[in-house]
């Protein structure tokens, strides 16, 4: 693997879920788990311009407390429309993020969240050059980006960018076949062009610590005395491609629960028996699927108001298994191709496409009606 980072653990703290005192980040607590993660052999920390709050917090935790040299820590910059109206705006986060921070430089700096719904604002601002240009005055050492959209558009633009130093995908056990997130392809896309990868939501924004009954029997039997996160983050930092797994650890006892099986000595990548267990486990998730699309893609070619069908299936199905309606809008909020379910024209084609003769029509005004 092509890594950047060296001499650590492949877990990285991610500071967007700091433990908070009502509505103010605990900065006491935030030290102490950040302290015990650079003993642990942790050096990788992980904000952004958007996290409100993070990058003070990480100042006062980190950058004010510990020697530069001694850790990596990455931001980012958003040019969604909700982060910013300008170009000049854009451009000028990460002078925000340096002096919030204190941080002088960011080893690692990342256009944020691109999908179909803002990819053009990255050309229109002309961020992909930017970018390196703050590379070349030294404020970044490294740079890549975040990616919420489909495996062609992630071929694209790493066609179009071949100098991205690494990417920043969400992977985790069951995403990976998932064709709303498509997890496995894009890693091997990424995996193909060189990138190494940096893994975000790892425990599916912590749906996967509350699994399905099924599944958390399952893998009680085959591990009792493992964590639920420990499953799913020790399967993304297995992946021989992966240079660092994100964990939003907003606890100190999150904080001992992940050093526990990922420190820097003692991490013990999955056995093909703990594979294979995840992968009933996987399954069992999977069977509590309202609908039973299988991800083929045969209905979207010729929709009129392009939508990515199984991709919003998919969000739906994520809200029956987990009962998670905040997560379930959000992830319907960053659809690909942008188009909603209450779009949809009723012209019946996709329904005639449909190999599995799915109510498709009719679940798109469900969807809608739950999550829009």
Request: charged share 25%.
């Amino acid at each position: 693997m092509n890594t950047l980072v060296h001499d650590c653990s492949k877990l990285g703290f991610g500071l967007m879920r700091l433990p908070r005192q009502g509505k103010e980040i605990d900065i006491p607590q935030t030290c102490r788990m950040v302290d015990a993660f650079l003993s642990a052999g942790g050096k990788y920390f992980d904000t952004a311009y958007i996290y409100g709050g993070s990058e003070e917090a990480t100042r006062k935790a980190l950058c004010d407390r510990h020697p530069r040299e001694s850790y990596y820590l990455a931001s980012k910059l958003n040019a969604s429309t909700w982060a910013c109206k300008t170009e000049g705006e854009a451009k000028g986060e990460i002078h925000h993020s340096l002096e919030r921070t204190n941080a002088k430089y960011f080893d690692f700096y990342l256009l944020h969240g691109i999908d179909e719904s803002n990819v053009e604002l990255y050309v229109k601002y002309g961020l992909w050059d930017y970018i390196k240009d703050l590379k070349a005055q030294g404020l970044v050492r490294h740079w890549g980006f975040s990616f919420h959209g489909t495996p062609k558009m992630l071929e694209e633009l790493l066609t179009e960018h071949p100098d991205a130093e690494f990417v920043q995908l969400q992977i985790n056990y069951v995403d990976w076949e998932d064709p709303g997130v498509a997890a496995r392809e894009c890693y091997e896309i990424a995996t193909r062009h060189g990138k190494p990868v940096v893994v975000m939501e790892p425990v599916k924004g912590g749906l996967l610590v509350n699994p399905p009954k099924a599944a958390q029997d399952i893998l009680a039997v085959a591990e009792p005395n493992a964590s639920l996160a420990s499953w799913a983050i020790r399967y993304a930092a297995s992946l021989e491609n992966v240079m660092v797994v994100l964990s939003g650890m907003s606890d100190e006892e999150q904080m001992r629960d992940n050093l526990s099986y990922m420190n820097a000595k003692d991490f013990r990548p999955l056995s093909d028996t703990e594979r294979k267990v995840l992968a009933r486990a996987r399954e069992a998730i999977e069977q509590c699927n309202a609908i039973p699309c299988t991800g083929c893609h045969y209905c979207i070619s010729g929709c009129p108001a392009n939508i990515h069908i199984p991709e919003l299936f998919s969000v739906m199905n994520g809200y029956q298994r987990y009962g998670d309606l905040q997560r379930a809008k959000m992830d319907y909020s960053w659809r690909p191709g942008g188009a909603k379910a209450s779009e949809c024209l009723q012209c019946g084609q996709c329904e005639e496409a449909c190999p599995q003769h799915l109510p498709i029509i009719q679940t798109l005004r469900e969807i809608a009606q739950t999550l829009e």
